[in-house]
């Protein structure tokens, strides 16, 4: 809900999630086992066109930076 005030727009991203996570629709044809042999952003760029909105989320999560200085700062 944080990110998507339109409920619309919010069941669609819940849509192409549950798509992934079961290999529903487009993903019932794509091997998801390079998943772990491909970089992120590079699988997302290949395979996430027929996903857009999950694609736009999943650009946005891997363009954080992510390391421990901030607990360790706290």
Request: net charge negative.
């Given at each position: 809900?944080?990110?998507?005030?339109?409920?619309?727009?919010?069941?669609?991203?819940?849509?192409?999630?549950?798509?992934?996570?079961?290999?529903?629709?487009?993903?019932?044809?794509?091997?998801?086992?390079?998943?772990?042999?491909?970089?992120?952003?590079?699988?997302?760029?290949?395979?996430g066109?027929?996903?857009?909105?999950?694609?736009?989320i999943?650009?946005?999560?891997?363009?954080?930076?992510?390391?421990?200085?901030?607990?360790?700062?706290?």
């Amino acid at each position: 809900m944080r990110y998507f005030d339109d409920p619309d727009v919010r069941r669609q991203v819940n849509i192409e999630f549950a798509n992934f996570l079961d290999g529903r629709e487009y993903f019932a044809d794509v091997d998801l086992r390079d998943r772990g042999k491909m970089d992120e952003n590079t699988w997302w760029i290949v395979h996430g066109a027929h996903v857009p909105t999950l694609q736009k989320i999943a650009f946005k999560l891997l363009g954080q930076s992510y390391s421990s200085s901030c607990c360790e700062r706290n």
